[in-house]
């Protein structure tokens, strides 16, 4: 079956445009998250939601990072007036489990973002 | 603060070799811990959990609560081993947290 996608793939913005990353889960998966990995660091973690719920967003590291999950299944991940320092790879996982259930998260291919 | 430690960049070995990719946690809670790993060109992937106590593709890690360890073991190091491996904690189901990850270069 159909695994997570994440488009697009590759995205290059200049200075100060705003982004929208899109984040397709597995159907029937109940939590979906969002992490930055920077280059040479592990994965980091920016949101999550239970269904359209989001729960924690407690790793989005300023406003001008907003996330939404409108009904549920398919998320955005939008970033406003993009920075150098918001260069990364943006990846999405998403779980068949509500949070507070350990288990297994299945990872999409990540969005390579660069600002110039 | 909850924090995964992975000492080594980089680990080299011969084919055939042991390998053990280190893994330190910092976590007040019951720890609930992972191992994933990405090969080139592919996702991240779950490697394995400490909970299910398996061994996957002959890697095995155990829990080691006084030394706040899971260490990542193979006796026999094959050259398709060679990845990025992560070591995670999982936090109350609802995030992960990540070490910053070990090259495993497999050489025959």
């Known amino acids: 079956g159909a695994g997570v996608s994440q488009s697009p793939r590759y995205k290059v913005a200049k200075r100060g445009q705003d982004v929208a990353l899109r984040c397709d889960p597995i159907?029937?998966?109940?939590?979906l998250f969002w992490y930055q990995q920077a280059l040479g660091q592990g994965p980091e973690f920016l949101t999550y939601f239970q269904n359209e719920a989001q729960l924690d967003k407690s790793g989005l590291p300023s406003d001008r990072f907003f996330a939404e999950r409108p009904e549920g299944s398919v998320s955005t991940l939008k970033i406003q007036r993009t920075q150098q320092e918001d260069s990364a790879v943006y990846l999405c996982a998403s779980s068949p489990l509500a949070g507070g259930v350990h288990g297994e998260q299945f990872f999409g291919p990540g969005t390579r973002l660069t600002v110039l | 603060a909850q924090r995964v430690t992975q000492p080594e960049k980089l680990l080299s070995v011969f084919k055939g070799a042991p390998v053990e990719l280190k893994c330190n946690y910092s976590?007040?809670?019951?720890?609930?811990l992972f191992w994933y790993v990405q090969y080139s060109r592919q996702r991240l992937q779950l490697l394995l959990r400490h909970i299910s106590r398996e061994s996957i593709k002959g890697f095995t890690a155990d829990l080691n609560k006084g030394e706040t360890s899971f260490h990542l073991k193979k006796p026999f190091a094959q050259e398709e081993d060679s990845a990025m491996y992560y070591c995670a904690l999982d936090i109350d189901g609802n995030k992960l947290v990540f070490g910053a990850g070990t090259i495993l270069r497999v050489k025959s």
């Open positions: 159907s029937g998966h109940v939590s």
């Open positions: 976590y007040s809670g019951s720890p609930e």
